[in-house]
């Protein structure tokens, strides 16, 4: 059973579109995380958002936090080929003790 | 500063045969974790040790142990190996509980289980 839903699970588009990826949860996280990662590697911190309906941009980037925090948004401006990418979000379960809960993970190509 | 080192890069393995995968982090964190990611799953703790000294079990830790040898070095092995096990092994580090804490991810074991 997947803690974390993403969706979608794939995503195509062309360069200068706008995107979302969400995460979804039923459960309670204490802070949550955004990765992206290239082909062969591991995954590269995004954002942190830890306050229930935080908003952080990072440039062409958005992440908002849901206000129960179980639910998270990722919203792309004008897409670039450098977006492509595995996205990732990860929850840090509440009283788990550090502990981590990834999502499915949005595979996003974009087209010059 | 070479971050989060894992060894080795690959690995094909038979079925029954045992291996240690090695993880080093030279930043001095207190948490290391090991993950296992298959396709359309993406990542699933397997084991994490939140300090020196302590090991404690993720959401598929079964046909897996660890050692936390110090504070920089945390091991996976595979006492015998199934093809299940076929997967890319991450480790992970990361300063401390809290919510603002990066974790910092290894370049990835990929095993192969015949």
């Known amino acids: 059973t997947q803690l974390l839903e993403q969706s979608p699970q794939f995503l195509s588009i062309q360069e200068g579109e706008n995107l979302t990826v969400y995460c979804n949860s039923s459960?309670?996280?204490?802070?949550l995380q955004w990765y992206r990662q290239e082909p062969g590697e591991g995954p590269v911190l995004l954002v942190t958002?830890?306050?229930?309906?935080e908003v952080k941009k990072l440039k062409r980037l958005t992440f908002q936090f849901g206000d129960a925090r179980k639910d998270s948004s990722l919203h792309i401006t004008a897409a670039q080929p450098g977006d492509t990418g595995l996205y990732l979000c990860?929850?840090?379960?509440?009283?788990?003790?550090?502990?981590?809960?990834f999502g499915t993970g949005t595979s996003l190509t974009v087209i010059p | 500063n070479a971050g989060v080192t894992q060894t080795p890069k690959f690995q094909v393995l038979k079925t029954g045969q045992s291996m240690t995968l090695q993880c080093a982090q030279d930043?001095?964190?207190?948490?290391m974790y090991w993950y296992r990611q298959d396709p359309g799953m993406g990542l699933r703790l397997i084991y994490y040790?939140?300090?020196?000294?302590?090991?404690d079990k993720g959401e598929v830790p079964n046909g897996y142990n660890v050692s936390r040898l110090n504070k920089r070095e945390f091991s996976l092995r595979l006492e015998s190996a199934a093809p299940s096990q076929t997967s890319v092994y991450f480790c992970?580090?990361?300063?401390?509980?809290?919510?603002?804490?990066?974790?910092?991810f290894g370049p990835g074991t990929r095993l192969t289980v015949l």
């Open positions: 992970a580090s990361r300063t401390g509980a809290g919510g603002r804490g990066e974790q910092f």
């Open positions: 459960s309670v996280f204490s802070s």
């Open positions: 958002v830890v306050t229930g309906g």
């Open positions: 990860a929850g840090e379960g509440a009283g788990t003790g550090n502990q981590f809960y």
């Open positions: 930043m001095n964190h207190n948490s």
């Open positions: 040790s939140a300090s020196e000294g302590t090991t």
